[in-house]
């Protein structure tokens, strides 16, 4: 595995949420969660349509240490999802516009989440297509890596809506099981915030063409 294109061979993939990361697994740091979520795969069944892809970009946003948190600023509303058990969904809508899927991390009481950014496309394609491009101007296709590509962009491919929030991520509409460990993992800045830009908690797959957006100060591991 190079860390472009996919990353697992499908023919060996079983999407089955009997293989769900447990909620337990996300009990810990956001930034240690972040980083292992990547090259474990996605995948929801929403309105009976099954669509799955690779993590290849997300973000860590911590409690009320973190500026950039919704946790240092809200603890009741929606933000109230942050502080509950691990292993459940924060769904919020990003600046009017799309849902933005998070997962909640950290044990019980303990704000954290992570935002999922990015994924490879692996099964749904066509799904996933016919949820992106359902508003765009006739004629216009999205590359396959671009489909999942943006945190906005993910939730709408996936089919993740405002209704989610809340759920555990533990079983159908969507869950999370592991895939392959990449080889290289490279953290940058958060992108989109004004405060909190100094923590490198935006980790990708270094050269894989579904991240979203540029990776300024590059850090490789």
């Known amino acids: ?131 992106r491009e359902r508003s765009r101007r006739a004629g216009y296709r999205l590359a396959e890596h671009r489909l999942a590509s943006g945190p906005g962009a993910l939730a709408q491919a996936f089919g993740i809506a405002l209704d989610h929030h809340g759920l555990p991520i533990d079983r159908p509409p969507f869950w999370i099981q592991s895939g392959s460990s990449p080889q290289r993992v490279a953290s940058t800045p958060r992108i989109g915030i004004s405060r909190g830009q100094e923590f490198l908690w935006r980790f990708v797959i270094p050269g894989h063409p579904a991240v979203s957006g540029r990776t300024p100060r590059l850090v490789t591991e």
């Open 1 to 131: 595995m190079d860390g472009v294109g996919t990353i697992v061979d499908t023919s060996e993939i079983q999407l089955d949420p009997a293989r769900a990361l447990p909620r337990d697994w996300f009990a810990r740091p956001a930034v240690e969660v972040a980083r292992d979520l990547l090259g474990a795969i996605l995948v929801s069944m929403v309105g009976g349509e099954l669509v799955a892809g690779v993590l290849v970009e997300v973000e860590a946003y911590g409690g009320p240490e973190d500026p950039a948190s919704h946790a240092a600023r809200y603890r009741n509303g929606p933000a109230r999802v942050m502080w509950g058990p691990p292993g459940h969904a924060y769904v919020y809508r990003a600046y009017g516009v799309y849902p933005c899927c998070n997962i909640v991390t950290d044990p019980d009481g303990t704000a954290g989440a992570v935002l999922l950014r990015a994924a490879m496309p692996l099964a749904g394609h066509a799904i996933m297509r016919q949820r």
